[in-house]
Antibody
């Protein structure tokens, strides 16, 4: 069974840091680009970041550029999102997502994790 | 950034009905357009990719059409589990962007 399991969310004060992890199973991790998307409960979806299958060419939304870092450990089948200088507006559910494409092309988002809640508040 | 606008924002229908949701892009996204269904409290699920390709395992009641800037998602013979929120997404260029969502409610 294909699975993405996120962890690492929680309550953090403004200016603080969190690292989200996403452990994948049931497919060849190295064949897929991966993404993070966030959603304020009751609101729309916002793309946050992407990383290619070999860990190269990270891309970020302007709202998180310079504060968030996406990475992956292909030996551990794990995707990460390091979030620094957190703000109240970063409060959301964060989803780890598999790109449907392969290692050399992109496509839509076919597998989503269950999401992990990040709350930034004093 | 490419703006994605869905209409309507809310749609009321009954089990067995057919419905259509529209998604418009502020500039051409070619056919790099996906549709997702999100049930309450759950993660989104991919329904349609590349504007009109049905994702594996998704019932044929769902269909997508369109290109460039205007796209539609059509659902025939609504089932109870279809009452959810639907999102369109362009993945033609970064940052990828989503529509605001269309909530399909029971009439």
């Amino acid at each position: 069974e294909v699975q993405l399991v996120e962890s690492g969310g929680g309550l953090v004060q403004p200016g603080g840091s969190l690292r989200l992890s996403c452990v994948v199973s049931g497919f060849t991790f190295t064949n897929h680009w991966m993404h993070w998307v966030r959603q304020v409960p009751g609101k729309g979806l916002v793309w946050v970041s992407r990383i290619k299958s070999d860990g190269s060419a990270p891309a970020y939304a302007d709202s998180v550029k310079g504060r968030f870092t996406i990475s992956r450990d292909n030996a551990k089948n794990t995707l990460y999102l390091q979030m620094n200088s957190l703000r109240a507006e970063d409060t959301a559910v964060y989803y780890c997502i598999r790109d449907k494409g392969s290692s050399w092309y992109y496509d839509a988002f076919d597998i989503w994790g269950q999401g992990t809640m990040v709350t930034v508040s004093s | 950034d490419i703006q994605m606008t869905q209409s309507p924002s809310t749609l009321s229908a009954s089990v067995g009905d057919g419905v259509t949701i529209t998604c418009r892009a502020s500039q051409s996204v070619n056919d790099w357009l996906a549709w997702y269904r999100q049930r309450p409290g759950k993660a989104p699920e991919l329904l349609i990719y590349k504007a009109s390709s049905l994702e594996s395992g998704v019932p044929s009641r769902f269909s997508g059409s369109g290109s460039e800037t205007e796209f539609t998602l059509t659902i025939t013979s609504l089932q109870p589990g279809d009452f959810a929120t639907y999102h369109c997404q362009q993945y033609n260029s970064y940052p990828y962007t989503f529509g605001q969502g269309t909530k399909l409610e029971v009439k």
